[in-house]
């Protein structure tokens, strides 16, 4: 993970990606489900946090998530920079369960699409992270 952060950092920070990072789950001290900072770049993020923000909602569904504009989201945002305008979430499944969501924001409203999504997919399976991808 840490390597992929690091080459997804040096490749994507010069066209407006602000941070990337790895969220994994765990559970906090009363056994509920929560998500932990993994292998970052390239400021100070949030953890623990809930799953009722974007990276949760990601796991829980195992679904991509393309925020436009994250100011659109109200209460469903958890605002590590309130620089961020826009983010991207992809699911890392391995043998059928999710271990983990590859996060990254950007200062940029409508900084990620569709072909950012397939390319970060073919990265987290190039990497070994993921298994099948989905539409594939």
Not at 47 to 63: K, Y
Not at 68 to 85: I, K, S, T
Not at 113 to 125: H, M, N, T
Request: glycine residues 12%.
């Amino acid at each position: 993970m840490r390597a992929t952060v690091d080459a997804l950092w040096t490749h994507l920070s010069p066209s407006g990606v602000s941070w990337v990072g790895f969220y994994l789950p765990a559970r906090d001290q009363n056994g509920q489900l929560e998500l932990i900072l993994g292998p970052s770049r390239d400021k100070p993020a949030c953890s623990p946090i809930g799953l009722h923000g974007v990276c949760g909602q990601s796991l829980v569904g195992r679904c991509v998530r393309i925020i436009r504009d994250v100011a659109d989201l109200g209460g469903a945002y958890v605002a590590c920079d309130p620089r961020d305008r826009s983010e991207i979430v992809i699911p890392v499944e391995q043998d059928g369960a999710c271990v983990a969501v590859l996060d990254l924001d950007s200062h940029e409203v409508g900084r990620f699409g569709e072909a950012d999504e397939v390319g970060l997919r073919q990265v987290l399976r190039a990497a070994g992270l993921s298994g099948a991808v989905r539409g594939e």
